[in-house]
């Protein structure tokens, strides 16, 4: 069920120059969100920027009544949300999209692979399987270790590797030369550059290994009206914002091999 609210900021972090986190709260309960969902944000006082923009859910407190977001300053949109404070007021309509799947047996072994700000939806998804005892590899990279903030907010829900491209953390290099990027696993879910997550698909698929991929297609009405967001699928065109953003990259033979 959707709902749309104003959100409260109950507290800004940022994350080096390019990231901050947003804890938001609205007074009352949180809706159920799957890892992988998504919100749409508005943008208040910027008119260059007209539509919403939507951002993966990052985290929720269901006892506080939270919800965390990870934003990484790109253009316009993002830029003015960057300067809202304590107290400011957020627009959401939320939870949008289809998340993840988390019907993973327990005891399995999982890789997670994100990118950029393709980590943001990764956090909830490595609580809520290390809830339900799967065992999580958490795959971070980024150009430099700046560019990969709060890693350290994943180190209690499993193993977690870093890549970077200068080696100022972790493996020198990419994610998928990573070396527990080759070990075996039950599943795998991407999320972040499409590069990266091509190469992490056309692995998977080689491997016979399950996975998942988080699309990041621009956005107007997040709800599959306008049509805006449309990626071709095997199954013929399909909505990112309603039908995605993720799915199962058996669906995406056409999008990964290409
Ligand atoms: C389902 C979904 C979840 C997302 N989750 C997050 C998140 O958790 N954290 C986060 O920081 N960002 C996330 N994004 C990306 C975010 O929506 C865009 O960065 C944001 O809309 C840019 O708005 P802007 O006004 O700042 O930039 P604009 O001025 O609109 O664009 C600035 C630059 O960013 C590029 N850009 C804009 N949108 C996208 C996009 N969707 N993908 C790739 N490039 C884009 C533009 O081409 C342009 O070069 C998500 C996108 C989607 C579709
Ligand atoms: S954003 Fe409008 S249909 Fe997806």
């Known amino acids: 069920m959707k709902e749309i609210h104003d959100f409260k900021v109950l507290e800004r972090r940022q994350l080096g120059s390019r990231y901050f986190a947003l804890v938001l709260g609205h007074g009352g309960r949180m809706p159920a969100v799957a890892p992988g969902q998504f919100v749409e944000v508005l943008v208040e006082g910027e008119p260059k920027v007209m539509l919403r923009r939507p951002i993966s859910v990052h985290d929720v407190d269901e006892e506080r009544g939270t919800m965390t977001l990870l934003i990484q300053i790109v253009g316009n949109g993002t830029r003015k949300l960057a ?8 627009n959401m309509v939320y939870p949008l999209g289809h998340g993840f799947s988390t019907d993973i047996p327990a005891g399995s072994s999982v890789l997670m692979v994100g990118g950029g700000a393709g980590i943001a939806p990764l956090l909830h998804l490595s609580k809520v399987l290390k809830d339900r005892g799967v065992d999580c590899t958490i795959l971070l990279g980024g150009r430099t270790a700046e560019l990969i903030p709060v890693r350290d907010e994943f180190e209690p829900y499993g193993r977690l590797c870093i890549a970077t491209d200068d080696g100022s953390l972790g493996h020198k290099g990419l994610v998928v030369e990573h070396p527990s990027f080759s070990e075996s696993y039950d599943m795998i879910y991407t999320c972040g550059p499409t590069p990266m997550m091509k190469a992490v698909a056309r692995s998977a698929a080689q491997r016979g290994i399950r ?48």
């Open 83 to 90: 300067a809202l404070q304590p107290d400011d007021k957020l």
């Open 211 to 258: 996975c998942e991929v988080s699309l990041e297609n621009m956005m107007a009405c997040g709800v599959g009206a306008c049509l805006c967001c449309v990626t071709d699928t095997d199954q013929g065109h399909r909505c990112v914002c309603k039908d995605g953003p993720v799915f199962d990259i058996s669906t995406l033979k056409k999008w990964y091999q290409c």
